[in-house]
């Protein structure tokens, strides 16, 4: 039983050695020139290994292939070997064998098995040879080592066979410049290797593609080892200068900059073809269809030269026509339109269009076919551009085959309906084409798509699938829209998992989660949770991804979020025609100890105000919905009729009631002097003059439903707010003060967002009956209420003209804002602004004569633009105002330079 397990073994392993592929490499091709006949070998390992008999020459023939060699088919040896029958192999039958078969030499021999360890004892005779042969002989330990046996074994003999020697060590000689490991990691030829004709033939070869020298011989030692192989390199000349000629529209070091060879390198013809492309394919960007580029290398013989890349620029070449080729029943200019690449026109210099971009020709073929597909082709095709370079200017045409026009005509859902078609047809708007009698538009299907699939995703049906199908009947060219729903299972939330967070903890991104452990699945709430997460502005990235678990019931929630730095601390110099010069500075921590706290200390100075500000915000009490506020402040500032000195603070609770409402409340204490009251102030400011104490109670409720908080698209903000000062209070202010207001964002033309803003105020004096304080009047102008005229300057008169403040007050804001560069936060913004403050005795939109002027609907107006930056440290930007009404002798135009506040 044990020889026959032995037996088996045996025979596994060899079967296993014949099938594993040989990992030598294959010996260079003179190897085949070398025919080898293996014969027979004596097997002394018992009874039990005689297959081995057979085995062993197929084996040693399959290795000796693999490095190259001429092997005799083992069938032909044998017959052979029957034909002169020979049993018993010699070195004379051997030679005999190789000859007869064509082989140059014969290897025969012997297998022996003493105790565990195996030998190869084989014999390597020369067919035209007269001697017994060379012997070699190799012993491993058990038979599991005949594959490496057989392969030392095929190493030995290949020596032998091939009358090569081996390579002892490889060197370089005469680099200066480049080092010469650089070479010598990518020489194919390495020590150990066999030395060959060809072997170094290839090495020289490879170092010469290289390209950094001008020569390249080897030269061979012999050593103890075997041989040393040196290759001798004459490198070529070391760039000492680089320059450009004949460049003017693209700059000379944006042309060095931009390619591979630097001074101190070599010259390399390689990497100068390179260079060279890049350079023609700057200047096609440019428009330089024509522009060839060269070299010269000037070379003065002592092993350093002057390279210089000419360019020979020619005519800067623009689109001066594009052809909407097969344009029928659309108007071509209405489709180019939508074309990123415009024809020249007469502010081409100032948008640079007219400038043909390559990587735009595939869009614009896209955009054509999307266009017409948004107007009821549903079978349009649009080939590929060609472009036509002449020596005036390049002419793109775009061949376009219309095909029929189609009406919108029924929409129609099939499969599984969570809801009333109707309602469902409500949630798209293809449909709504059919009542205009309108051309189908192919361009609402995917917001269609989009829609219906939240709609599912909202009731738990994570994976509902919304497959489109357009039914179009060419006779009455009417398509009909019809939607198939698959809504798959109800999913829940398994676990909710925090990935990437290394600063901001857990529970402060999983209070902003709307979705938690074992919740239904929702899209809306998915999508809330990542704007709550992204308006946090504590992280570079976020991402929610849905997980499948192998439960198709249940997902898991995985929320990557990777930290950004949160403190800042910054400052700026800015300009106001209220303020004049003035400076800001801030040191502020949104996120510290990574618990959402906020941290921040701001101060600014200007010729008419010093301010500092100390805040502490948490927004979440104990990880409750309750957020708190504290604020200490000091405020020094020149009013036109007075001074005010104040010191105070403010405690502040908000709470969230639904998504996007939060109720506030707050109590303000601050102790203020007016000093320095002007003889033509008002008797209202006079009989104010001296120390007063604040003491203020006020409620307010927001509802806030932006997509951003920082670059708005469309959302509103609606806020109404009650302060109540003095009475049961104390202090010497008595007044109740009502304000409200409303914003609403919506998209309008590509980028840009329409942007309105409604604001309201009164002011009374509270039960105590006292007079209503300068302090809380209303008073109109400048940045964050009408610009374009000066901060306050929007005020009731009274009988010797001096302003006195309103205790009611209204203004409009409406804008078209536009971001310049999402990278880098810059926005641009056109606007409209109208707004007036009244005093007791008038009314709201009456308009009062003041200073000899009354404006139109008892509103002051004024149109103007901005830009605006959301730098690290905040808002930073310019607004230009031009006051439509006339107040008194000020002037109309009023430049603001901002910082630390949106505009």
Not at 36 to 64: H, M, Q, T, W
Not at 598 to 620: D, E, H, M
Not at 726 to 739: A, C, E, I, Q
Request: proline fraction near 3%; hydrophobic fraction near 40%; charged fraction near 25%.
């Amino acid at each position: 039983m044990l020889i026959s397990r032995v037996r088996m073994m045996a025979i596994l392993v060899l079967v296993t050695l014949l099938l594993i592929p040989a990992g030598a490499a294959r010996a260079d091709s003179v190897a085949g020139d070398v025919r080898v006949a293996v014969l027979p070998f004596v097997i002394n390992a018992g009874d039990d290994f005689s297959y081995l008999k057979d085995s062993l020459p197929e084996l040693l023939a399959d290795r000796l292939r693999d490095v190259g060699f001429n092997v005799v088919d083992l069938a032909e040896v044998r017959r052979v070997l029957h034909d002169k029958n020979i049993t018993t192999v010699t070195a004379a039958s051997a030679r005999e064998v190789a000859l007869l078969t064509g082989a140059g030499f014969a290897v025969f021999g012997a297998m022996n098995q003493i105790g565990d360890a195996i030998s190869l004892d084989a014999r390597l005779a020369d067919a035209y040879g007269s001697d017994a042969g060379k012997s070699i002989s190799v012993t491993k330990d058990g038979l599991i080592n005949l594959l490496p046996a057989v392969d030392d074994l095929v190493a030995r003999m290949r020596v032998d066979l091939l009358k090569l020697e081996v390579v002892a060590e490889v060197d370089v000689e005469g680099t200066k410049v480049l080092d010469k490991d650089v070479v010598l990691m990518r020489l194919t030829l390495q020590r150990g290797d066999m030395l060959t004709a060809r072997a170094a033939n290839t090495a020289l070869k490879n170092i010469y593609d290289l390209g950094y020298f001008d020569d390249v011989k080897v030269r061979i030692e012999d050593v103890s080892e075997g041989k040393r192989v040196v290759f001798v390199v004459v490198e070529k000349p070391r760039i000492q200068a680089l320059g450009v000629r004949g460049a003017d529209a693209i700059s000379s070091g944006d042309i060095l900059e931009a390619v591979s060879t630097k001074k101190g390198g070599v010259v390399n013809p390689k990497v100068l073809a390179d260079d060279i492309r890049v350079i023609r394919e700057m200047y096609r960007k440019d428009g330089y269809y024509k522009a060839r580029v060269s070299h010269e290398v000037e070379d003065a013989g002592t092993g350093v030269a002057r390279l210089t890349f000419v360019v020979d620029e020619g005519p800067k070449l623009y689109i001066t026509d594009v052809v909407i080729d097969g344009a029928k029943q659309l108007d071509p200019s209405d489709i180019k339109g939508v074309l990123a690449l415009k024809e020249r026109g007469m502010f081409s210099w100032i948008t640079n269009t007219g400038v043909l971009k390559e990587e735009l020709l595939d869009r614009d073929a896209a955009a054509i076919e999307a266009y017409y597909n948004s107007k009821g082709f549903i079978e349009v095709r649009v080939g590929r551009p060609e472009v036509e370079i002449k020596d005036k200017g390049i002419t793109v045409v775009y061949q376009v085959w219309e095909g029929q026009r189609y009406k919108m005509g029924d929409t129609l859902f099939k499969g599984d309906l969570i809801d009333d078609p109707a309602v469902l047809a409500n949630i798209t708007a293809i449909g709504k084409l059919k009542e205009k009698d309108d051309y189908f538009d192919r361009s609402l299907l995917k917001a269609d798509v989009d829609s219906l699939t939240t709609h599912y995703n909202d009731y738990g049906y994570a994976y509902a699938d919304v497959k489109v199908n357009l039914k179009d009947n060419p006779e009455t060219q009417v398509v009909d829209v019809v939607y198939t729903i698959s809504k798959h299972q109800r999913v829940y939330i398994r676990r909710v998992l925090i990935e990437g967070n290394t600063v901001t903890r857990d529970n402060v991104i999983m209070r902003q989660m709307r979705l938690a452990d074992g919740d239904m699945f929702s899209g809306e709430k998915l999508k809330r949770s990542h704007g709550r997460l992204t308006n946090l502005d504590y992280f570079e990235r976020v991402d929610i991804s849905p997980v499948p678990t192998g439960n198709p019931e249940e997902m898991d929630l995985v929320v990557k979020v990777k930290d950004k730095p949160t403190g800042r601390i910054g400052g700026g110099i800015g300009y106001s025609t209220y303020d004049s010069v003035y400076l800001a500075a801030q040191v502020s921590e949104s996120n510290l100890f990574g618990k959402g706290y906020l941290l921040a200390l701001n101060g600014a100075f200007s010729g008419r105000k010093t301010v500092y500000t100390l805040t502490f915000r948490n927004p979440n009490l104990n990880d409750s919905d309750v957020g708190m506020t504290a604020e200490a402040h000091k405020r020094d500032e020149d009013y036109t009729d007075f001074t005010k000195r104040s010191v105070g603070g403010i405690i502040s609770f908000d709470y969230p009631v639904g998504e996007y409402t939060t109720v506030a409340w707050d109590y303000t204490g601050e102790y203020y002097r007016l000093t320095n009251i002007s003889d033509n102030a008002s008797q209202t400011v006079k009989d104010d003059k001296g120390s007063h104490f604040l003491s203020q109670l006020a409620a307010g409720i927001t509802r806030d439903t932006r997509d951003n908080f920082i670059h708005t698209t469309e959302g509103t903000v609606t806020s109404m707010a009650i302060a109540y000062g003095g009475g049961p209070l104390g202090g010497t202010d008595d007044f109740v003060k009502y304000t409200g207001a409303f914003q609403w964002y919506t998209p309008t033309l590509e980028e840009v967002v329409f942007h309105s803003k409604v604001w309201a105020g009164y002011l009374h004096r509270n039960f105590g009956n006292s007079k209503v304080p300068t302090d809380q009047r209303f008073e109109l102008g400048g940045v964050g209420t009408v610009r374009g005229y000066s901060s306050y300057s929007i005020s009731p008169l009274d009988s010797t003209d001096a302003t006195e403040g309103g205790n009611k007050a209204f203004y409009l804001n409406l804008e078209l804002r536009r971001q310049l560069s999402k990278e880098y936060g810059i926005g641009s913004l056109v606007f409209f602004d109208a707004g007036n403050s009244w005093k007791e005795s008038e009314m709201f939109f009456s308009s009062p004569v003041r200073k000899g002027t009354a404006p139109a609907l008892g509103l002051y107006k004024s149109v103007g633009a901005g830009i605006n930056w959301y730098s690290p440290m905040g808002p930073v930007g310019i607004v230009y105002g031009y006051g439509l009404d006339r107040i008194g002798g000020t002037g109309r135009h009023k430049i603001e330079m901002l910082m630390g506040q949106q505009f």
